[in-house]
């Protein structure tokens, strides 16, 4: 085992990082006094404390966003003027790119360069691409009988709680606010408790670039507390969710009372088909880019890796000289390519899976123990081969950098296993017959299919699971599905 010194953090004491809840525009501590650590998954160190909302925060919040979306100015502004908010705002980030880095860094243990060259950007392109949709989201004239002139309304929802999790913890709150705010609607963001510290400058950033008071409310906690009691607030009309299905199904029973519009992003356990007429060393580096990238904790991740028969000993071979590059190292450095994991309860679940496939008789040919530190919640690319698609390593989600291969012997049967699973987020393939690549994606029961690449994205594309993976959208004009509500109007024409 390796001794790892990861740098410590000099946090920037400006006003950009902030501890409190952020409730009607005003930085407050939580009313019952309680604080929360948040630690360096790297060093296992305190990184500050934050204020842990409880339940007078989340009512202070709620109505605070209420107020704001009734008689506050945001959903009533010209479309010009929400577009120069939304815009600053990601100016903002970008201008902050590297505090904002180091943060997300230290909070999350994954990659600088991850979080530089993609988390940060991308939550900025989140407010870009938004604001862009602020003055083209109308509704339509309808052909009714002559007698009558009919329209519609596309009006926000109301009060978007959003809930989010560690993974990727600015990223997927900005998929989530941006559109939200540009419909017109007002928001309280519930950050995972892992990762609260990015979320926090969000606010503050919002804040400078003129949000109203009250449009933007954040209340880190923890989820059975403070999660919870948002989904069961009256004032809430909708809920944007990103995290386990199980979560997903404690709050649908929690929205039930106050029949809350849902959005779900649930994970999955992705397969990746590997045809054995594709260039097999582009597909060897993307099934790797798939499973290890994030440390394996990316809900999309091709977890379940199909490998045709004919190939397997090469494409094996392929995976384990690629899997070099994957070394778990100092997230702070920018040679390292896979952090830490986000906490100790994730490594020791990626631990058990390990334990339990070797258990039901997988063939374990690389070992990420291996690669474990003293300090820090540290596990490097691990592969199981010979695993079928029925065993637990198959079909739950582990959500570390943890690979199983599968080996088909023809279209039908790997298609047939492909699908089988509860989840459907996303789905891969490689090969060069594009007749077949087409037939596979229309049969994959996913919300995205990728072909001779993984794990692209675009803020344009949409992006969600069939099955248990969840439902809804986000991306694209698909996303407004969620977040407005649609009104008809009848005029009666007199002749
Ligand atoms: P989680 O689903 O419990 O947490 C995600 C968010 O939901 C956090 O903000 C949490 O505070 C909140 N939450 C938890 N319980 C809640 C409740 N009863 N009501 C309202 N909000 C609640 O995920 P967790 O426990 O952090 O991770 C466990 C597993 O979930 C991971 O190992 C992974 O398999 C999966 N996961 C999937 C993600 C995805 O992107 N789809 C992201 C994070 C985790
Ligand atoms: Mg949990």
New binding site residues.
């Given amino acids: 085992m390796k001794t790892l010194k990861p740098r410590t953090l000099e946090l920037p004491t400006d006003r950009l990082v902030r501890h409190k809840l952020l409730i009607d525009g005003k930085w407050m501590p939580a009313q019952s006094g309680r604080k929360f650590k948040t630690l360096n998954p790297a060093t296992e160190e305190m990184i500050c404390e934050v204020a842990e909302a409880g339940e007078a925060d989340i009512h202070a919040a709620a109505s605070a966003a209420r107020k704001a979306f009734e008689t506050g100015p945001w959903p009533k502004m010209k479309a010009r003027d929400r577009f120069k908010i939304l815009k600053k705002i990601s100016e903002l980030i970008l201008h902050n790119k590297e505090r904002l880095a180091t943060l997300e860094t230290f909070d999350s243990g994954k990659p600088i360069e991850s979080s530089r060259h993609i988390d940060i950007p991308a939550a900025a392109e989140a407010f870009e691409y938004y604001a862009g949709w602020i003055d083209k989201l109308s509704g339509e004239t309808l052909p009714v009988d002559p007698a009558y002139f009919s329209y519609t309304l596309r009006e926000p929802l109301g009060v978007i709680a959003a ?5 990727f913890p600015l990223l997927i709150a900005a998929q989530k606010i941006a559109p939200a705010l540009a419909a017109g609607n007002t928001v309280i963001l ?5 990762t609260p510290l990015t979320a926090l400058c969000l606010g503050q950033i919002a804040m400078d670039a003129g949000l109203p008071e009250g449009v933007l409310n954040i209340v880190p906690g ?3 507390v403070a ?2 009691m ?2 069961r607030h009256p004032e809430v009309d909708g809920i944007t ?4 299905y199980l ?1 997903g199904q ?2 649908m029973k ?1 929205a039930a009372p106050g029949l809350k519009r849902l959005h779900f ?3 999955g356990k992705s397969a990746n088909i590997i045809f054995e007429d594709a260039d097999l060393d582009q597909a060897a580096d993307f099934a790797c880019d798939g499973i290890f990238f994030n440390q394996g904790e990316v ?1 999309c991740a091709g977890s379940r890796l199909f490998v045709d028969q004919k190939i397997k000993k090469t494409f094996s071979k392929l995976l384990l000289e690629k899997s070099k590059n994957w070394q778990p190292g100092d997230p702070m450095s920018t040679k390292t390519e896979m952090g830490a994991v986000v906490s100790r309860e ?1 490594l020791d ?1 990626i631990l058990r899976y390990i334990k339990l496939g070797e258990k039901e008789g997988a063939q374990l040919i690389l070992d990420g123990r291996k690669q474990s530190k003293s300090k820090g919640y540290f596990v490097g690319p691990t592969i199981f081969e010979s695993v079928s698609n029925t065993m637990k390593l198959a079909q739950e ?3 570390g950098p943890v690979l199983s291969q599968i080996s088909f012997a023809d279209f039908d049967q790997v298609l047939q296993q492909a699908n089988q699973t509860i989840y459907g987020l996303s789905a891969a393939l490689f090969t060069r017959d594009i007749e077949k690549a087409h037939r596979a994606a229309r049969l994959l029961k996913s919300g995205t299919v990728w072909i001779n690449c993984y794990g692209t994205f675009h803020h344009g594309v949409p992006f969600g699971g069939y099955k248990m993976s969840g439902y809804g959208r986000e991306g694209g004009l698909h996303t407004f599905d969620f977040y407005t509500q649609m009104k008809s109007v009848w005029l009666h024409l007199n002749s």
Avoid: R
């Fill in positions: 809930i989010t999790p560690w993974n519930k950050p995972a408790e892992q923890f989820g059975p999660g919870a948002l989904v969710f990103t995290g386990e979560t404690e709050i929690n992003e649930l994970g809900c994730q679940k989600e582990i959500f």
